[in-house]
């Protein structure tokens, strides 16, 4: 087992892994950017490494810097954790390049799946159903033909590309230039990689993602379900699990289909295989694969009883998978919400700045991951996801019932968030009766704006009421005393000292 | 004593009274007994109309966060005219970063007459693109923007004015 592993992450994940990394007795190294210097992941490993300037070109994303932290910390290992280099084919390569373990899958899984034509193509190899489409050359008279064998409405995607950019949706001929144009330049800006496929679009489509994990001696795993239709822009904002449009039969199908996937790239350690489910034919169709852990694995590691993070570390350092697949159940139902420092009302455009305060819900059921704490930035330079808030029930009504009620408790101070959106979400009789589908989201919530609605007397009442008191004051520096970014100011860890009234 | 505040467009008066140990309140035309339960660094337990409830705060330059029962409200100085100070056009229209990012392309010249919802400037943030399109039909009188330029939040990249009615 490893001593040292060194986390190429920030955040939430990075907290998450050096949890894992704890519990397991591993020391850990967090590395940072210059805005990053007392953040949460930071202040929690046993070492730290300044790589790199705020832009995440310039730190995060820096292959260089973060082997060279490795190196300099005595590292054995290197957890990626979610975007940044996780699925960067070069990144694994230099890792192990460098004699360390690479916690992830071997690289040539990651080119395979990391190239949307040619996971495509391997798929069909191996008789896992892929969505009908056209994988080729790419130049605008080939991609105009085969758009008309595929069947308007049709989808045209970067093949490098994932998280919704270099996608266009055409539903006429007419407009597949300029949905070309448009698609490629994004795909070149994001990824580098102005090639492009075309899928077939089905319209009320769902999104059902199989969790795989991986030994490196053959056994291949899944870890059931997640339905994650709760969509905006191709970003997932609500995710649960089991599904509500699977039976056991689909289901049953449908784990065997991820593993074969899996299977057909020599898959190790852990991934997840997204499918695109049409609920009129029940037809699914083999969508792509994330070569890395993803956002929303906590709601698998409630119903399965797994923690996930520690079984890549585990798989890494060459143990054995000890259960079988008839051994793994579900149980119980999870949903997770992701708190964004985002408005709504204004086009859900990031809305940055300091997290004046930050109280986390807590309860039976009730999970909360998160990489700030009260006082921290939320800056610009990343994901503006504050947290993940999770809640786990025996049946999904009670589910949904203990997360709006969790949400409540979520106290959130000095950023417009999603916190109203997501509660009117929960609240749609739509989502109550499990009736999603990817578009569902975009569609309902059109021009989405909060809730006219007077404001309560309490609150008025307590902000003349607390006019005059010394934190947070405006009248004082501007500062408000929680914020102090001094880690040994008393006001960090304040809580319920009187004040003489 | 008075306090003034504002939200999302709506102004609101307290007044205050000291009664002993508790306060009486009038907020419009009701009329509230409070009283303070307990009090710790951005929290405040309140007795209000008999029932307790406990609210948290923040204060910075925006205004007075306060959060209840999970949702969080914004209250401002009253009267604060954001979004319309000197410089804003009387006609015609300006269009402004709405966070800081890169100007990724710039689809227009000055002088050029662009249509209603004409893609006119694109922009990078948080790898986002942030398609910036004319609100009207009307000539570019004002161009501060290029490619590759990094831009702030508010700040003004486009004017445009009205074109003549023939």
């Not at chain 1, 102005?194 to 030994?215: M, N, S, T």
């Not at chain 2, 004593?1 to 002993?20: A, D, F, H, I």
């Not at chain 2, 010249?109 to 009307?138: C, D, F, H, N, Y």
């Amino acid at each position: 087992m490893f001593t040292k592993i060194l986390i190429a992450n920030r955040g939430e994940i990075a907290v998450r892994i050096i949890r894992a990394c704890r519990e397991m007795g591993i020391a850990t190294v967090a590395v940072y950017s210059e805005v990053d210097q007392q953040a949460l992941h930071v202040r929690l490993a046993d070492e730290a490494v300044f790589i790199g300037p705020a832009p995440a070109s310039q730190s995060y994303l820096s292959i260089a810097n973060i082997i060279q932290a490795a190196k300099e910390t005595g590292a054995q290992a290197v957890h990626p954790g979610y975007g940044f280099l996780s699925e960067n084919a070069t990144f694994s390569q230099a890792v192990r390049d460098a004699g360390l373990t690479f916690i992830g899958p071997p690289t040539q899984a990651i080119h395979a799946m990391g190239d949307k034509a040619e996971a495509r193509r391997r798929m069909q190899s191996a008789n896992v159903p892929v969505v009908p489409g056209y994988q080729g050359d790419d130049a605008l008279e080939n991609l105009r033909h085969e758009a008309e064998v595929v069947g308007f409405p049709v989808l045209v995607k970067a093949s490098a590309g994932g998280g919704g950019k270099g996608m266009r949706v055409v539903w006429a001929a007419d407009e597949l230039e300029e949905a070309v144009a448009a698609a490629r330049r994004e795909a070149l800006h994001s990824f580098g990689d102005g090639h492009l496929i075309l899928e077939c679009y089905i319209p009320r489509a769902r999104h059902i993602e199989f969790q795989i994990l991986a030994d490196l001696y053959g056994r291949t795993l899944h870890l059931f379900e997640r339905e994650c239709s709760v969509q905006r822009r191709h970003q997932k904002i609500i995710e649960e699990t089991p599904s509500p449009l699977l039976d056991d039969g689909m289901r049953t199908k449908m784990g065997a289909a991820a593993i074969a996937a899996a299977q057909a790239v020599g898959y190790q350690n852990a991934g997840t295989i997204e499918f695109i489910v049409d609920p009129e034919r029940n037809e699914f169709y083999f969508l792509e694969m994330n070569t890395r852990l993803q956002v929303e694995h906590p709601i698998t590691e409630m119903v399965s009883g797994l923690d996930i993070v520690q079984w890549q570390i585990r798989i890494a350092a060459g143990e054995h998978l000890p259960m079988t697949q008839n051994e793994l159940r579900q149980r119980g139902h999870a949903i997770e919400c992701r708190l964004y420092a985002e408005d709504p009302s204004n086009n859900f455009l990031p809305a940055t700045g300091p997290l004046l305060r930050f109280h986390e819900p807590k309860g039976p059921g009730v999970r909360v991951d998160s990489g700030y704490t009260s006082g921290d930035e939320i800056s610009i330079h990343y994901d503006p996801l504050i947290a993940k808030v999770i809640t786990f029930a025996e049946t999904r009504t009670a589910a949904i019932r203990k997360m709006q009620s969790t949400l409540k408790e979520t106290v959130l101070l000095g950023l417009t968030t999603n916190w109203q959106f997501l509660q009117d979400v929960l609240a749609d009789p739509d989502f109550g009766t499990g009736q999603v589908y990817t578009t569902w989201a975009e569609d309902n919530f059109e021009g989405w704006q909060p809730p006219e609605c007077e404001l309560p007397p309490e609150v008025l009442i307590a902000a003349a009421l607390t006019q005059f008191q010394t934190p947070g004051s405006s009248d004082r520096s501007g500062h408000a005393g929680e914020t102090s970014k001094d880690p040994y100011s008393p006001w960090r860890v304040a809580n319920a000292f009187r004040l003489s009234e | 004593m008075r306090y003034r505040y504002q939200s999302r467009g709506q102004v609101y008066t307290v007044n205050l009274e000291r009664q002993g140990a508790a306060y009486r309140v009038e907020l419009g035309e009701q009329t509230h007994e409070v009283a303070i339960l307990d009090s710790a660094p951005g929290e405040i337990s309140l007795l209000f109309d008999g029932r307790p409830v406990t609210l948290y705060w923040a204060a910075d330059s925006s205004g007075k966060w306060v959060s209840l029962d999970g949702c969080t409200y914004l209250l401002e100085k009253p009267a604060s005219r954001r979004g319309s100070g000197p410089g804003e056009r009387q006609n015609g229209a300006s269009l402004r970063a709405p966070m800081p990012a890169q100007v990724q392309a710039v689809n227009v010249s000055e002088g050029e007459q662009v249509e209603k919802g004409q893609t006119l400037l694109l922009l990078e943030a948080m790898k986002m693109e942030i398609r910036l399109t004319s609100p009207q039909k009307g000539r570019i009188v004002k161009l501060q923007a290029h490619e590759g330029q990094s831009v702030e939040r508010n700040q003004l990249l486009v004017e445009i004015e009205d074109i003549d009615q023939e």
